[in-house]
């Protein structure tokens, strides 16, 4: 991800440059994904784009439709303090999910493979049993 720091905040936040369809490759991809993935819930990935807007967070989805063929749609979330904010939430379409995974996977380490399984507990499984899973 891009950050940019916030003299009002007094941190970095992600940014979406203009020239993100350039910019953005699978390794831009998979770093999301290892940032800010929340891993599946409900058999959905969920990338976490809070402090995005709402267009910028539909720019996002048309570029992964555009550029992956990835389905994804804006999830809107409201924060404990009442703060709505947008999430990506990748389409739980067994294909959808199967492509992300092909598209990814070469760019991740094998410690962060957790995002793509389902209730999944590190302590139980261990990571063969991930991998075991992600490429089934």
């Known amino acids: ?3 940019l ?14 020239t993100i369809c350039e910019l953005f490759t699978d390794v831009s991809l998979a770093f999301a994904i290892i940032a800010t993935g929340i891993g599946m819930l409900m058999e959905e990935l969920y990338v976490c784009t809070d402090n995005f807007t709402e267009a910028e967070v539909q720019i996002l989805v048309a570029l992964f439709a555009s550029k992956f063929g990835l389905l994804a749609t804006k999830y809107r979330r409201v924060q404990p303090d009442g703060t709505v904010c947008f999430r990506v939430r990748f389409s739980s379409k067994a294909e959808n999910l199967a492509l ?11 410690s962060m493979l957790y995002a793509f399984i389902t209730n999944y507990c590190f302590k139980a499984h261990g990571p063969l ?6 490429y089934r």
């Open 1 to 3: 991800m891009w950050y």
């Open 5 to 18: 720091f916030s003299v009002e905040l007094g941190t970095y936040v992600k940014i979406l440059p203009l």
């Open 100 to 110: 992300l995974r092909r598209t990814v996977l070469p760019y991740m380490h094998s």
């Open 129 to 134: 049993y991930t991998i075991h899973l992600l």
